[in-house]
């Protein structure tokens, strides 16, 4: 016999208001087993945990029902709580009364009727729950780092200075990403590379850190604390131990191409660094333009190079290794404007470009050293239209959601541009005014007293008239047209995930919102921890963000993984899928739906009809098993099931809603 106690919770007035909890206890002191059945003000608080305890000592309970919030708010507490007692934390199960009865009912009588009905589920399933046992998992202490701008740079550092060895994949030739493209950074208007260029310098000369640069994560196997994972770094055909960065192949390399670094405003060699600082500070042949790997001929750099370290004949190289956990910092890209929106030219005027396009002119170290000219005739522009919110908060076109840093660094466009040309004119067309951070509202505000004239409205349409771009727009506070002649447009463009997103989140098995960006666990209590073990976010890849949100996600991820290193062995999670070998038939179907690669098909021998035969069953990896309960749901013959979420439980769930 079972000696069950039942606990309700008035969270306050979140669950009290709306549900009668003393009538709720009642009902609950008539259900089988049940020995005793009480209330308190806040459950999960110390005093509301002392009560459960008392009770157990005193009432000599074996399992416990909390009603209260939902379980993916406190069940760990309460679990914990249990594990200083003689219940068994698994022998517990939590009848959610808040979200799913007095947050959604408003009538009395109803929400207690349900909140009763929930609390017999749950104690009709807890009668069969068995005591459950976690296993110890060894963790490998080295962290890999996917991504190395901003917030991957911190999240290594971090882990680097605690003492732990970290490897960046970086895709790109030198780390920074979008940060040290920028010219200077809102509000305080520090220039970004005096601040990003030292952090990547640090993060080269780290002794703790490992830079791989055009590489990418190719496979990912494993589980939290050993992750077996396969990295491919692209051939450089340069020797990175003998080449210092003189530069010489460079200067002398005949070839020139549009370069990525200056967003296609300035152009580089076919053997490059794509800026002065980048970090490694060595070059990197581009096979696409390099004329001796497309046709053979030239080779100049190996003829210049003091140091023979020119290698035509280099390969990719693949490598795997063992890491206890991955932060992903793949960050964002911009949406492509030019293809969504036809009505502002669809990238045929030279004088139409995007923010980051913007970063690069007013960039000191940029193609025109500063100087903002028009891209099309190199002059300077008298006049500028700046338009927010292209691609963000427009569904039809674009995206739904905000994208956060768009108004601050649309006011420091302006700011910008009025400060660089005297005397220039300068319109804002915005949506809303969006400025919570410290410091930012007071930024815009002078950007106002700057000068530059916020128009309240989108822009319909641009079109060329003369040398001029006319932005044809709606003045909503007006309630009128409005037509601005303008010698260049700005457009502050909606951030997306970056183009890696979908396969880096199904590699890691990182769930996607709707618009893709990676899903964190819980968006207030754990944001910066996913789904999988041992995998984190950082920075903008879990959505759009400003420089400081995104250096301080980085380090809170890092702090994730440093109290997961902390410790030598990890608990693994108890709530898993077992195999029964007796049902399974081998058909594979759970190896395929499976979100973690948790399972696998093994042959076993077993023994049948007094036989032995050798039989093809799935076999799953503690490790790995998450306890989404997929394969239970996709096994036909009934051979999955989940500890702690039996069928046999959720029968009884249910006969005690339908009989009682
Ligand atoms: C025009 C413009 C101006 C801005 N101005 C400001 C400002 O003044 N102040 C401010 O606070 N914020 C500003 N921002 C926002 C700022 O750019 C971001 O907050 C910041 O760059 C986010 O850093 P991150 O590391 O998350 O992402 P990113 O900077 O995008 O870095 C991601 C890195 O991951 C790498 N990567 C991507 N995919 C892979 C892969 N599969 N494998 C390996 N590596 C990969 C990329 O190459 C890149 O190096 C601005 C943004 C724009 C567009």
Known sequence: ????????????????????????????????????????????????????????????????????????????????????????????????????????????AQGTEKAIDLVKMATAKVARDTPLKTSAIPINKRALVIGGGIAGMQVALDIADAGYPVT?????????????????????????????????????????????????????????????????????????????????????????????????????????KPFAQAVPSKPTIDPISCRKLTDGKCGVCEKVCPFGSIHFDDVDKVSTETYGAVVVAIGYQLIDWSELYGEYGGGAYDDVISGLQFERLVNASGPTEGHIQRPSDQSEPKSVVIVKCVGSRDPEKGKSYCSRACCMYGAKHAHQYLDKVP???????????????????????????????????????????????????????????????????????????????????????????????????????????????????????????????????ASAAAMKVCILFSKDELESNAMIAEVSKTLCNGCGACVAICPYTAITLETVELRENSRKVKRSISKVNPGLCQGCGACTVACRPGAMDLKGFSDQQIMREVDALCQW
């Open 1 to 108: 016999m079972s000696r069950i106690g039942v606990f309700i919770c008035h969270c306050g007035s979140n669950i009290a208001a709306t549900i009668d909890v003393e009538r709720v206890a009642e009902a609950a002191r008539e259900l089988p087993n049940v020995v005793l059945a009480d209330t308190n003000k806040y459950t999960c608080s110390d005093p509301g945990q002392q009560a459960i305890k008392e009770a157990i000592e005193e009432y000599q309970l074996d399992r416990i029902v909390i009603a209260s919030c939902s379980p993916r708010m406190h069940e760990l507490t309460f679990r914990k709580m249990l594990g200083d007692t003689s219940v068994n934390p698994y022998m517990l199960e939590i009848a959610n009364i808040r979200e799913q009865c007095s947050w959604v009912h408003k009538d009395m």
């Open 423 to 553: 005397g220039g004119k300068c319109y804002v067309f915005y949506m809303d005014v969006r400025t919570p951070g410290k410091g930012y509202d007071e930024f815009y505000m002078n950007t106002q007293h700057d000068g530059a004239l916020y128009l309240r409205g989108r822009v319909s349409k641009i079109y060329r008239k003369g040398g001029k771009l006319i932005c044809l727009g709606e003045d909503t506070l007006m309630g009128r047209q409005v037509e601005v002649e303008a010698d260049m447009v700005v457009l502050e463009t909606a951030m997306v995930p970056a183009d890696d997103a979908d396969r880096i989140g199904s590699m890691l098995g990182i769930t996607r919102d709707k618009d893709l960006w990676l899903t964190e666990a819980h968006p207030k209590l754990r944001p910066v921890e996913t789904n999988s073990g041992g995998i984190y976010l950082a920075g903008t890849c879990q959505g759009p963000k400003d420089i400081p949100d995104s250096v301080a996600q």
């Open 168 to 272: 960046i994949v970086e895709r790109e030739a030198s780390l920074g990403g979008k940060m040290v493209m920028l010219d200077k950074t809102f509000p305080t208007m520090d220039c970004s590379a005096c601040i990003c260029t030292p952090k990547m310098a640090d993060v080269g000369a780290h002794p703790n850190i490992t830079v791989k640069t055009l590489a990418e994560v190719e496979k990912v196997g494993g589980y939290v604390g050993n992750f077996e994972v396969t990295i491919r770094e692209k051939a450089k055909y340069v020797d990175y131990d003998t080449c210092t960065g003189c530069g010489l192949c460079e200067t002398k390399c005949p070839t020139k191409v549009v370069g990525e670094f200056d967003q296609g405003l300035g152009k580089r060699k076919a053997i490059y």
